[in-house]
Every structure is written in C-alpha cells, then in structure tokens.
C-alpha cells in the first residue's frame, strides 16, 4: 500500500484547507490517521477514523478539523477550519491494517507529507 497527500498550501488565519490522501489499493480493512509535525516538534496524531467510521482528534482541532473516509475512492480527507498558525506544520497521512475488533496489528504507513502554512 502507497499513500499520497495532496491539498497542502499556504493559507491566511482563519481560512480553510482539504487535503486529501489518495492510497494505491482499497483501505477498507485500515485505519486511517492524519499526523502533523512542526519543526523542532515531534509527530503528533491530529485526527484518525476506524474502520467503521468512528473518529478521534487532537484537543487543539476539536470542532475545526474533519476527518472522513471514502472506501469506494481509496482516499482518506482532512478538512481544516479556521486556521491559525499553530497549525502550521507537515500533515502526513499514515495506514494501519485493523481487524473486526479495530485490534490493529502490522506496520505503519506513511505518505510523504504535504505542507501547511498558515500566515498573515
């Protein structure tokens, strides 16, 4: 499984993003996350979704950020709301095979990232 970030750019305060997070074969049987990293901070989970659709966010994007799942089109989307600086960083998508029970085993996915930069 490959994954490819799109969407990314520059944007002013309190304007708005989609990017999107297109994979080479089906993701039904994956979770699948949206991560970000600052420079000089660490890689920090921003918002996932299971298998079954069920969905969790970092504190900080809660009610400005959406994370949905296409199966049909192999794509995983974040939307982004309401920007502010602090969310600039490079937003990776990641893979991660589930079972029925969300139990996720296997390795990790990674994309190569697509840039945000939210600035006056």
């Known amino acids: 499984l490959q994954l490819v970030e799109s969407g990314g750019g520059d944007v002013q305060p309190g304007g708005s993003l989609t990017l999107s997070c297109v994979a080479s074969r089906g993701i039904s049987m994956y979770v699948m996350g949206w991560y970000r990293q600052a420079p000089g901070n660490q890689r920090e989970l921003v918002a996932n979704i299971t298998r079954g659709g069920d969905t969790n966010y970092l504190e900080t994007v809660k009610g400005r950020f959406t994370i949905s799942r296409d199966n049909d089109k192999k794509t995983a989307y974040l939307q982004l709301t309401n920007l502010t600086p602090e969310d600039t960083a490079v937003y990776y998508c990641?893979?991660?095979?589930?079972?029925?029970?969300?139990?996720?085993?296997?390795?990790?996915?990674w994309g190569q990232g697509t840039q945000v930069t939210v600035s006056s």
């Open positions: 990641k893979a991660k095979q589930a079972n029925f029970n969300g139990l996720q085993f296997g390795p990790d996915i």
